[in-house]
């Protein structure tokens, strides 16, 4: 991919060809979405090279935890090529998700595309370093004791806090169903109950020790 990409940027982006301009189609409609996701795994991939153990913001020096910090903003300026890479790559996968989903109905598969919403998104992931505002990072979430699981289950993802999804109008919900319907037919939402109410467990307690909140 990164040949690709060289090639692309040297062939492509200076004559602004078809492929350069839906390529900056693309970047602009992905807005700070897509410059974030971007910036988060250039970082991830510079501090692993420095042998940075762990994996996720968590385990970044502290100032790079926060995506607005004067740290990130200089990282994102003095990294910008590798952002453009990282863009590519997203672009790709978008070309592709498109090329399939149209596939499937010339083929008369009547749904086309059916696609998946996982339960939550990754402690140490883009979603929680993006939005951390967004996230209750002092739980996650999980299912109570019951006869399938007599200690309970823990998932290990920060829930999402109710009283912020009504604030902000469920945007990052509604982006979220958006993105993912772009090129489907179905969307199956995990664990649909969360919809609803999700069992929050204090971070570091046992799964027991936690309780239901409604949404």
Do not use: C
């Not at 982006?13 to 897509?34: K, M, V």
């Not at 319907?181 to 109950?193: F, P, T």
């Amino acid at each position: 991919m990164e040949r690709l990409y060289e090639h692309f940027r040297l062939h492509h982006l200076p004559q602004n060809t078809e492929r350069a301009q839906s390529f900056a189609a693309f970047r602009h409609a992905g807005g700070e979405t897509l410059r974030l996701a971007s910036l988060y795994y250039a970082l991830q991939e510079a501090f692993h090279a420095r042998g940075v153990r762990g994996w996720g913001w968590e385990s970044w020096p502290e100032p790079y935890r926060d995506p607005h910090s004067t740290a990130v903003v200089e990282f994102a300026r003095e990294h910008a090529e590798r952002l453009g890479y990282y863009d590519y790559l997203q672009w790709n996968a978008e070309q592709q998700l498109d090329a399939v989903g149209k596939r499937a109905l010339e083929l008369s598969l009547g749904i086309g595309l059916y696609q998946d919403i996982a339960v939550g998104a990754d402690p140490g992931g883009i979603e929680t370093w993006a939005e951390r505002e967004l996230f209750a990072i002092g739980a996650v979430v999980g299912a109570p004791p019951d006869e399938f699981n007599l200690g309970g289950q823990s998932w290990g993802m920060h829930p999402v806090l109710p009283d912020r999804l009504r604030e902000t109008a469920y945007s990052s919900f509604v982006e979220l169903l958006r993105e993912n319907m772009r090129h489907a037919g179905a969307l199956r939402i995990d664990h649909v109950m969360a919809l609803m109410r999700l069992y929050w467990i204090p971070r570091g307690a046992k799964p027991d020790r936690g309780g239901y909140v409604s949404y």
